[in-house]
């Protein structure tokens, strides 16, 4: 589904997910602030607040958050409805944002927009978590193929058991990405790229990042990795 079509659905049947690492905590002050961008229901905001951190969670989806607030082990987390282009947060309100395949679902168009936002509510030095989905060589006459529904070549289009509406998730090439992350403004600390096991339990490449809002001349490094 697009991030519109996101909005508007049910908010409990998410197709696949990109595999979290908790790698990014080593970056992140103790008790730091975060945010987990495009939560769904909250699956990694409670991993974050189990962790000890002032966790927050935000989706476009009300009925992801409405879930979300109803589960009793995650009180204390911070939920909001938002859309990931604008949010209502202060200029760098959080030590650190994790991105979980939301870039997949947003529209081309849109995506430099969610991280110049990310980038926006970071806090100098702040780190940001990116997993998203690569591209498959393998999957050429797909993309082709589904490029004439999606827009956008690269882009796969996947219709649910349940009579959902088409998702579509973008697999990424690695410069893609890079250029993505670069035109930004964050800089690039560590970054992997494993096969990731999809929910059909398939191998499937995968990019993990963890990148930085770089430092001006006008904030100081802190004290932490």
């Known amino acids: 589904m697009t991030y519109k079509e996101w909005e508007q659905s049910s908010g409990n049947k998410v197709i696949a997910s990109s595999p979290f690492s908790e790698k990014v905590f080593d970056f992140i002050p103790k008790e730091g602030r975060v945010l987990d961008l495009g939560c769904g229901d909250g699956r990694i905001s409670k991993i974050i607040k189990a962790h000890g951190f002032e966790t927050y969670g935000m989706d476009i989806n009300p009925a992801a958050i ?13 939920f909001s409805i938002q859309d990931a282009k604008s949010t ?10 994790i991105e979980q395949a939301v870039l997949a679902c947003v529209e081309k168009s849109s995506r430099f927009a969610v991280l110049t936002e990310v980038y926006r509510i970071l806090k100098p030095g702040g780190v940001l978590s990116i ?49 993505l992350i670069h035109d930004t403004g964050f800089e690039i600390i560590q970054s992997a790229h494993p096969n990731f096991i999809t929910r059909s339990g398939n191998e499937h490449p995968g990019h993990q990042y963890i990148v930085r809002k770089i430092y001006t001349h006008h904030t100081m490094k802190p004290n932490f990795p």
Do not use: C, Q
């Open 66 to 78: 409405n879930l979300a607030k109803a589960k009793p082990d995650y009180v204390g987390i911070v």
């Open 88 to 97: 209502t947060y202060e200029d760098d309100f959080f030590d650190a944002v």
């Open 131 to 179: 997993a998203e989905f690569g591209f498959k060589e393998d999957l050429h006459e797909r993309y082709r193929g589904d490029a004439l529904a999606s827009g956008e070549y690269g882009t796969v289009v996947v219709k649910s058991d349940d009579g959902m509406k088409p998702f579509r998730s973008h697999h990424f090439r690695v410069e893609e990405l890079d250029a």
